[in-house]
């Protein structure tokens, strides 16, 4: 043994840290809540394994999620061993399963050069088989592409795996569906852990050479597990059950992409003797974050509970996490630029500040804002607002309506629903804008009466009708009642709502927002020249910026200084979640909370707005559950006057609780100061009341 090698190693850790690195026998299971240095005790024991000559590099399964964490965790396993890596087994879940199926595709009658198809491969793949084998009408392509990923990541090998809950249909379609990709020599992105968990399970001399290779697992962020990784973990786990978990169930923030945190949940019971070792000392947080969020995550029951500490200071500027309540979200976002503004001033870097929205749409009165001020920010997991996809469509439509001739306009949207206008027409329009030298949409009208095509020709003549009768309407119609006009009668809306992929919600909420953000102008004309120029003027989005985000894009990173906006009924906590969902739903919308809040170091910045316009009308909210759960004596609580918020001299009354009163009836308390209680009525509106006129709801 090298005790010079090993010693300094240790010497290193906290005495938590250290137990989980010697624990190297049988089944462990690392609880690491947030900044407790997980990555840093995963590597250790990595290390200590070989440098104890318990394992070589080839003899350790080292599996995480994301390309960027496996190489980083290869770094610091080089940097504590001083040697090549090249013959370790670091790396991704998908990673590992490829070297895997590669080295034995012969046993599942595979080319070791397989191909591995994309999403768009994999829709004209499925669309192939509707249309050859029936089984599916076509309009379900998209859905039926949606669950053949779901039903991989869930373990199904066939379609007899997959419950009778299912419909039929779709049980039968899988199982030609992977006969199809066998026979093709292809998988997908699913299909790639599916195979390997074939392959382990159908030829047990395989099995039984992985399971002596590798004597020691160790696998990362073990909450974020699905059906199929767990399957293949406990494949791979030989007799002396020598697996490491690392995870923290407080942040399982993916059981919309098939995470399950019952995986971490049930550890104990899936590995008899299972030995489990808590890190709870947080370098990352000031005490007031890492007190607050341990307050409310506490209200969650799915936990196997941590008592986590931090190891720096109270915070700043005032030590305590603020909520803040604005009175829209107008005033939110100046709020929010007012404090970043102050934040500069102190040199705080713009890199170390983040923004982090539930719902991709917030992000459009920040990013307004922000580029007003010419601060730089970068939106990072998606596109700004204005450069979304269904928002470039919709400016199209109106585009068009208002400027007949707009050629690049009318090509976008032609097809966007489909209108049976194929490729050969549209060549056909284009060849009659250079033969004639008129725009693309006069071309569409010569098109329109020529002989031929009759099919195009009909389709064709029925949509520049449409457009007509839109520009009609745009005489009639106030410009937010004429977009949405046209996104219906247009049948886009239609198109997203029927759309069964996962983007399709938040691209109908994106398109809800955009309609919001019209009613803030007084015609087309000025909103159209209001995108325009923020498109053109967006400040610099590289080097020293803001980050704005969503928080499930947020989990793995940390800043300085954090605003958390929206933290309103419907919103944070999410309707959707909490519709489909119930209270499982519930608790991972806190835990996604948990995650926002412990991305800071110094400070955090809640906000909640009063009302949110919908259109020409306002909907009044009522503040987030969340916010009622935080601990008074780390937060610093005002209303949108800036006057602060102590609850005290309300007799206990909270944001949230459920009041009666003798006139009114109803309501729940939207916000409350020391003169008195915000109750939004059930029939009455908002009314500032005197807590010793209503009474708690039974």
């Known amino acids: 043994m090298n005790l010079m090698r090993v010693s300094p190693l240790l010497e290193t850790l906290n005495p938590s840290q250290k137990l989980a690195v010697e624990q190297a026998e049988g089944p462990v299971l690392i609880l690491a809540g947030a900044g407790t240095g997980k990555t840093r005790t995963l590597i250790a024991r990595f290390a200590y394994l070989i440098q104890e000559n318990k394992a070589g590099l080839g003899n350790i399964l080292l599996v995480t999620f994301t390309n960027k964490a496996a190489h980083e965790m290869k770094e610091r396993a080089h940097a504590i061993l001083q040697r090549p890596m090249g013959g370790s087994w670091i790396g991704t879940f998908h990673a590992i399963c490829l070297r895997i199926l590669r080295t034995h595709a012969d046993a599942l009658e595979m080319s070791p050069n397989f ?213 829209d979200t107008d005033d939110e976002a100046r709020l929010v630029v007012d404090q970043i503004e102050r934040l500069r001033k102190q040199n705080i870097p713009l890199s170390q500040i983040g923004i982090l929205v539930r719902v991709s749409f917030q992000t459009r009165e920040f990013e307004e804002r922000l580029t007003r001020f010419n601060i730089p920010y970068k939106l990072v997991g998606g596109m700004n607002f204005y450069e979304r996809q269904e928002i470039r469509d919709a400016m199209a439509y109106l585009r068009l309506v208002v400027q007949p001739n707009d050629g690049i306009a009318f090509e976008r949207i032609l097809n966007m629903p489909k ?113 325009s120029l923020l498109i053109d003027n967006s400040p610099e989005k590289t080097g020293d910026a803001i980050r704005i985000m969503t928080l499930h894009g947020a989990k793995g990173l940390e800043f300085d200084y954090i605003f958390l906006p929206g933290w309103e009924e419907g919103i944070f906590p999410h309707s959707r979640a909490l519709a489909e969902n119930g209270d499982r739903g519930l608790e991972e919308e806190r835990r996604l909370a948990y995650v926002g809040i412990t991305r800071a170091r110094h400070g955090v910045y809640i906000s909640y707005t009063m009302q949110r316009r919908f259109y020409h009308s306002w909907q009044t909210n009522v503040p987030s559950r969340f916010i009622k759960e935080l601990p008074q004596e780390h937060i610093q609580h005002f209303n949108p006057n800036g006057i602060e918020i102590h609850s005290a001299p309300q007799e206990g009354f909270v944001i949230g609780e459920r009041v009666y009163h003798e006139k009114y009836g109803n309501g729940d308390i939207v916000d409350l100061d020391e003169y008195g209680l915000y109750i939004k009525f059930d029939n009455a509106g908002i009314k500032k009341i005197s807590h010793k006129f209503v009474a708690k709801a039974c």
């Open 115 to 327: 191909s591995i198809i994309d999403m768009d491969d994999q829709l004209k793949l499925v669309k192939q088989i509707i249309q050859g084998e029936g089984l599916l009408d076509k309009s379900m392509s998209k859905q039926a592409t949606y669950l053949m990923g779901r039903y991989a990541d869930r373990g199904y090998l066939t379609g007899t795996d997959v419950p009778s809950s299912e419909p039929e249909a779709f049980r039968q379609f899988y199982d030609v569906y992977r006969k199809r990709l066998r026979n093709i020599h292809a998988f997908d992105f699913g299909g790639i852990i599916l195979g390997v968990i074939e392959l382990l399970k159908t030829h047990p001399d395989i099995r039984i050479s992985y399971q002596n290779m590798f004597r020691y697992l160790m696998v990362d962020e073990y909450q974020d597990t699905n059906a199929a990784q767990y399957q293949l973990l406990k494949l791979f786990v030989n007799e002396q059950n020598n697996i490491c978990c690392v995870g923290d169930e407080d942040q399982s923030i993916y059981e919309w992409r098939g995470a399950n945190i019952e995986n971490i949940l049930r550890f104990e019971k899936d590995f008899e003797g299972a030995k489990v070792i808590r890190l709870e000392h947080n370098y990352r947080s000031s005490a007031n974050i890492v007190n607050t969020a341990s307050k409310l995550i506490a209200n969650n029951s799915q936990r196997l509970g941590k008592t986590i500490t931090s190891a720096q200071p109270e915070g700043s500027p005032n030590g305590k996490v603020t909520v803040q309540g604005a009175w």
């Open 419 to 531: 209108r049976g206008i194929g490729l050969t027409s549209i060549n056909r329009i284009h060849d009659l804008t250079i033969q004639e030298n008129i725009p693309f949409p006069k071309a569409a009208e010569v098109f329109a009466q020529q002989e031929g095509h009759p099919s195009s020709k009909q389709a064709m003549n029925a949509f520049l009708m449409q457009v007509n009768q839109w520009r009609a309407k745009a005489q009639e119609l106030n410009h937010v009642e004429l977009a949405r006009h046209v996104l219906e009668d247009s049948g886009y809306m239609a198109m997203w709502r029927n759309d069964k992929s996962k983007e399709a919600a938040a691209r109908l909420d994106n398109l809800k927002e955009f309609l919001n953000a019209m009613a803030a102008y007084d015609n087309l004309m000025h909103f159209m020249e209001h995108v």
